[in-house]
């Protein structure tokens, strides 16, 4: 239509302003609404998605709790002869004792690690108590520099506190601490009592926490290498430990039966429950995303929700419209308007109430997005978002005035002649 043709839809509308300023409202809203939670929806499955940089298909770990309040030293030498014992199983290709397992939403150190000891700021890191046996366990790739050795495991008990030698971390967090160069080789302060070198990077190890409060350090790990022997004290506290083992493929089914078994003939001052005792990386995943998978389901349901009452407005307000119009419609087609020339008429007038609501949401939407990147860890929200969210709302109203523009232009010539 060209500009003389707009003019009587403009007219129109400022008969209606209230009835228009509520469905210009409506698509503004929907569309601020609907494009930052299908951004949500976006960021929680990527999250979900990403690999944790493991073996994830053949890797399990044992929660292995202590009973009988055994001291120190019997709990480093149970620890020994379990691993050994573990390592023997046919189908098992390694294992390792740890604190906490990739995605185990807790259990996992958090560790602050420092250029110098007087400097104030820090990189907060998550980490993982390992041996020379845990890169292999993990599946995960060095990069660069070497593994431990053995005689560098510490071997430490509930009132050990000491910083280790040395250190390896991830890709992720050595671009953190030496964005200028390589990070073998270089020094950290884990703590005040001494510097620990970086002698190893490997390629990626998720933490154990995969919510959304360690989001930004969900790749920044570190492996210390110790062995905890973590005590029960009798009141409070139950200790164990948590053993990682690899199983050689096709033997994961099998292990995750035979591997507690050998570990409670081993020794049976011991209790693997057996509701949660035994875990699979996999199972680890569908457990920590849970709550991820929720919020993206939720979010799209309610996008979904949200453009239906939408397009069930815009069809309710152009019906209502179109009843109102008959006979001035009808004047339109005795004068020589086609049927055609009807359907443009409300496809315009469409256009142009979506046009309006969709400059005011794409401003609605901006300044939510800021909002929630101030209030929650939200990244910036892409432009390109708000044109697709802004081009389907188009789209959508078009669809939705079709079937009241279909009626109108079926309005008969003869309604110029009926009274109002």
Request: net charge positive; proline share 5%; charged share 20%.
């Amino acid at each position: 239509m060209n500009t003389m043709q707009i003019r009587p839809i403009l007219a129109a509308l400022r008969r209606h302003k209230m009835a228009t300023a509520l469905i210009v409202l409506q698509i503004a809203l929907t569309l601020a609404v609907v494009s930052n939670a299908l951004f949500i929806v976006k960021t929680r499955v990527v999250h979900l998605s990403r690999p944790s940089g493991t073996d994830e298909a053949h890797l399990f770990a044992i929660n292995n709790q202590w009973v009988g309040q055994p001291d120190v030293p019997k709990i480093h030498a149970q620890m020994r002869a379990d691993l050994a014992t573990l390592r023997k199983l046919p189908g098992v290709r390694d294992a390792f004792a740890s604190q906490a397992y990739p995605m185990q939403e807790g259990g996992g150190g958090l560790v602050r690690i420092k250029h110098r000891v007087e400097e104030k700021k820090q990189q907060l890191a998550l980490s993982y108590l390992a041996d020379e046996h845990a890169i292999d366990t993990f599946g995960i790739a060095l990069m660069a520099g070497r593994n431990f050795r053995p005689d560098e495991i510490a071997s430490l008990g509930p009132n050990d506190n000491v910083a280790p030698a040395v250190i390896i971390i991830t890709r992720d967090l050595a671009h953190k601490l030496f964005p200028d160069g390589a990070a073998v080789g270089r020094r950290v302060y884990l703590r005040d009592d001494g510097p620990s070198t970086v002698i190893g990077v490997v390629d990626q190890l998720q933490g154990s926490y995969a919510g959304s409060s360690t989001r930004s350090i969900d790749e920044d790990s570190v492996l210390l290498p110790a062995r905890y022997a973590s005590a029960d004290d009798g009141a409070t506290y139950a200790g164990g430990v948590v053993y990682l083992v690899r199983a050689q493929p096709g033997q994961l089914a099998a292990l995750l039966q035979s591997a507690p078994a050998a570990l409670v003939a081993q020794n049976r001052m011991r209790l693997i429950s057996p509701e949660g005792g035994v875990v699979t990386l996999t199972q680890a995943r569908t457990k920590a995303y849970a709550t991820d998978r929720g919020v993206a389901i939720m979010m799209g349901t309610m996008c979904a929700l949200l453009l239906l009452a939408t397009a069930g407005g815009i069809v309710g307000l152009s019906s209502f419209w179109v009843g109102q119009r008959r006979r001035s419609i009808g004047v339109r087609r005795a004068l020589g308007a086609t049927r055609g020339d009807i359907l443009r008429y409300f496809q315009t007038e469409n256009a142009l109430i979506v046009g309006i609501g969709v400059v005011l949401g794409v401003a609605l939407g901006i300044a939510a997005n800021l909002s929630l990147m101030r209030h929650y860890e939200l990244p910036r929200m892409p432009l390109w978002l708000l044109g697709v969210g802004a081009l389907l709302l188009w789209l959508l109203g078009q669809l939705a005035v079709l079937g009241p523009a279909r009626r109108a232009a079926a309005v008969p010539p003869v309604e110029a002649t009926r009274s109002v």
